[in-house]
């Protein structure tokens, strides 16, 4: 059942390296420490990503990756809280179990039970919380990530509704928690548990993924199964899947009540997470609305006669209504053309030809307004852990 040549050790965190000088994609604006020690490091089945950490391993995909809005599996991103990641041998006979005081009974599914229930497949945003943190100003701790925190995927497996419901779900159950196969290291570390409200675990839209674009996660993604939460950062995309508890409570651990949250209200919320909110603070959840450009990247010579720009745009599901592109520092904006959507949870690739440009320097920017009129903001709204940072991307390139 299990492919072992997708199981590979961490230790493997070794191959091609290259300084931040040889990296020009490696965004400028990163702390000058994390410009010193990012270099690209080459793990099995992955192209080579930017490793900001190592234990546990934190690598980053290289902006050029969003030129089309699928990111190849090789090339997403990884993120990891805890350095106790599972290997072929701990995933040996591995089972999904469900209970909890709220559920009527307790099951287990392995692989083959997953795959005989009923099947869905969705394209969906899958974003670290922290994307863009290192690009903050003023910075704050965390891990320094810049532009490639994130990635989009066509995921498939059966909805997390209808795993729920082979256990039974009694009328008192208020939050879904969840828990992975890797584990910490020290006996001091908290695990990594975390939970969803009931009414979002439900959703048509949340499944537990046993393939992503079309094969197997990825070990580092989150093989054998990890779930799926569209629109939502994916700090509830638990890796690794191993137990879920319907619970008739909210969880109370240090990944809920302390880490990934925000100043209550500060940012727009469309599902309030309302078993875990508080006066001060609100666990994050949706996703603001964002774009990037990948094409050119920052440092770039570029054709006096004329480019094309290309990026992605996204937000959590009420899709994009535009993105307009500035060539000039932002004292002036056009329309660029969208692509055909591919789902409301999914990158919309974008594309403007800029037509002929000066010789010189040019400055450009990018901003995208959703459906619902949210619009990327002028200044970043700070936050203590970094949240949130969906200020216009701008990028130098070299007009020639």
Known sequence: MLRRDVLVGVGALVGHKASAATMPWLSPDLPDG??????????????????LSDRPPNLETPVQAFRTAITPNDQFFVRYHLAGIPDAKKLDGWKLEIGGDAAERSVAFGM????????????????????RRGLCQPHVPGVEWGYGAMGCATWHGPMLRDVLKSAGIKPEAVEIWLNGVDEPVLAATPAFHKSLPLARALADETIVATSMNGAPLPLLNGFPARLIVPGWTSTYWMKHLSNITISSKPIDNFWMTKAYRVPAGMFPVADPFTTQNNAQTWPITGMVVNSLIASPIAGEQVDRSGFTIRGVAWDRGNGIARVDVSLDGGNSWQGALLDRELGRFAFRTFRLATGPLPRGTAELRVRATSDS????????????????????????VTVV
Not at 44 to 49: A, I, M, S, V, Y
Not at 112 to 129: G, K
Not at 377 to 396: C, E, M, S
């Open 34 to 51: 994390t410009r010193t020690e990012a270099h690209l490091v080459q793990v099995p089945g992955k192209q080579p990503l930017i490793q």
């Open 112 to 131: 083959q039970q997953l795959n005989d229930l009923p099947q869905t497949e969705i394209i969906a945003v899958c974003q670290c919380s922290g994307n």
């Open 373 to 396: 009129k949210e619009t990327q903001p002028d200044a970043w709204k700070v936050n203590p852990a970094g949240y949130h940072n969906n200020v216009p991307q701008r990028l130098t």
